[in-house]
């Protein structure tokens, strides 16, 4: 894996980003990431979180300042290179899976890479493991639950084996069982876990770092324990605490 | 409402008979391709007062029916749209072509079967059979694999993406118009069908939000390193897949040329 001069597989400086003239959503974003890390984006609606995750991704190229994903600056030229290290889980399963069977998208990461069908059926079954969905890898994608479509969409990301993966909203609309399943597995990861979300519980049950974002910039970066615990700070940023913190 | 979601579940049906582990469905796709194809340019070919000839032609859809375990019942009610269409084709000839070939006996008496009947009857059985063939393809064969097999063919790579996406755009277009027609009338209950009022603001959702669907599942494309050829696992070929299309082409030439 590359990384940058500090070790950093992720290095944002300065980063501005706008949709329209004049109307910039990131204004200044400054971060870095390491190896292994779990990182919350926190924020309330509309501050520019996904925003963020598909500049990360090179889905937008447009913006200006430093971003950097393993060594690589994101443009269009190393593209290629970089989405081979990055997974984008989608905030809606659907999107993300448009195959006909549960492996056949798993598999569709690792054979657009041109690896061989050795190693696409070792890095499939490796996926599917690690998700508990072995038993489903025939099932038609149409055919799954709302969690199992949610565990397939992780499995199509671990099958590209990335060094960072992104999740946008990956507790939306899961019951406690899968929400929880989730949890294990995402603890389980050991890439470099970047997770937007506005469930802070959850974020506080997968993320060790948050970041907490408003109006473009970074409001906050530190613990998961130290600002999800902050009251006062996560209240002018339009958040409350986290249910499990907020009941005692 | 009720039609769509109907819609949805005819193709989710389709998907799940291609995906049988029954042995037509694992023969190679482009021996299947080369067979339909070849069916259909040979049924076409015969001429247009040859039903007799023509209805041995049915020896192939009959087996694959048979054998290939798929309902003939289902078969029709899923080419329903297109069946019509191809039956329609030779309706008038009975008006234009009225030569008299033969005569039936029926009731004591004759009654004269002209050349415009029977050459109807024979673009009617073309048609039907032709339909039947497609079937038989698209219920054994994903469209990842018949796709496969048109790259095999050196088809252009810009077309074979294009009958893909179209194929995946469908599905999605359908699950989009089903959430909309949805909301609608769970807010209209006593309407029966969409106001005229509503058609313009509920089609233009309807094209943006299933254009919203496509992009995002264009990107998530991309993400994973789509770069405008569909790479499908390639098929080891063994001798069932050379006998298959070699046995039905010969057939073919033979039930052409000599009956």
Redesign the interface.
């Known amino acids: 894996m590359h990384t940058g001069a500090k070790g950093e597989i992720l290095k944002i400086e300065d980063l501005h980003f706008s949709y329209e003239k004049g109307e910039e959503v990131l204004s200044g974003v400054n971060l870095t990431a390491h190896d292994g890390e779990s990182i919350g984006i926190i924020g309330a609606n509309g501050i520019g979180k996904s925003t963020l995750m598909k500049l990360l ?1 090179g ?1 937008k190229l447009d913006y200006q300042g430093v971003l950097e994903v393993a060594g690589h600056a994101v443009n269009k030229k190393n593209l ?1 290179h970089i ?2 290290h ?3 889980v ?1 905030q ?1 399963s ?3 899976l ?4 549960v492996e ?1 998208d798993v ?3 690792p ?4 690896l061989p ?1 050795e190693e ?1 059926e070792r890095r499939v079954n490796e996926a599917l493991l690690k998700v508990h969905m072995t038993d489903l890898r ?1 099932r ?1 994608n ?2 799954l639950s709302g969690g199992e479509k949610k565990l397939a969409a992780i499995a ?2 671990l099958s ?1 084996e990335p060094d960072i993966i992104i999740m946008d909203e990956p507790s939306i609309a899961l019951d406690p069982r899968n929400r929880r399943n989730l949890i294990k597995i995402l603890n389980e990861i050991n890439a470099l876990k970047i997770v937007t979300s506005h469930d802070l519980d959850f974020i506080m049950d997968t993320c060790k770092r948050v970041v907490l974002l408003d109006e473009g910039r970074i409001i906050a970066d530190g613990s998961a324990d130290e600002i999800l615990k902050d009251k006062e700070l996560l209240e002018s940023h339009g958040l409350e605490l986290p249910l499990s913190l907020s009941r005692r | 409402m009720k039609q769509i979601e109907d819609n949805i579940r005819e193709l989710n049906k389709l998907q799940n008979l291609q995906q049988r582990s029954h042995w037509m469905n694992k023969l190679h796709p482009l021996g299947k391709l080369l067979v339909c194809v070849i069916y259909i340019f040979v049924v076409a070919s015969f001429d247009k007062y040859a039903m007799d000839k023509l209805l041995v032609m049915a020896v192939f859809p009959a087996f694959c029916f048979i054998v290939g375990d798929l309902s003939l019942k289902d078969g029709l009610y899923r080419m329903r749209l297109i069946l019509p269409l191809v039956l329609f084709v030779g309706v008038f000839n009975p008006i234009f072509d009225r030569k008299e070939l033969f005569s039936i006996a029926a009731f004591g008496n004759q009654i004269p079967v002209t050349g415009g009947v029977i050459s109807m009857l024979t673009l009617m059985l073309k048609g039907l059979f032709s339909v039947l063939s497609a079937y038989i393809l698209i219920a054994t064969t994903s469209i990842e694999e018949i796709c496969y097999a048109l790259r095999c063919l050196h088809v252009p790579k810009i077309i074979v993406i294009v009958i893909m996406l179209i194929y995946r755009y469908f599905g999605l277009m359908g699950a989009e118009a089903d959430r909309i027609t949805t909301a609608y009338m769970l807010r209209a209950p006593k309407q029966k069908g969409i106001h005229y009022s509503a058609w313009g603001s509920l089609v233009g959702q309807w094209l943006l939000r299933s254009m919203d669907r496509a992009s995002a599942v264009y990107e998530s494309m991309t993400l994973r390193g789509f770069n405008g050829d569909f790479r499908v696992k390639r098929k080891i070929v063994s001798a069932r897949d050379f006998l298959y299309p070699f046995i039905w082409i010969v057939l073919f030439i033979l039930l052409r040329h000599f009956y």
């Open positions: 991704v889905l290629s989405r081979e990055i997974g984008y989608f809606d659907d999107s993300q448009f195959l006909s069977t056949e598999a569709f990461g054979t657009n890479y041109g069908p696409v025939t038609h149409y055919n199509t990301i590209m």
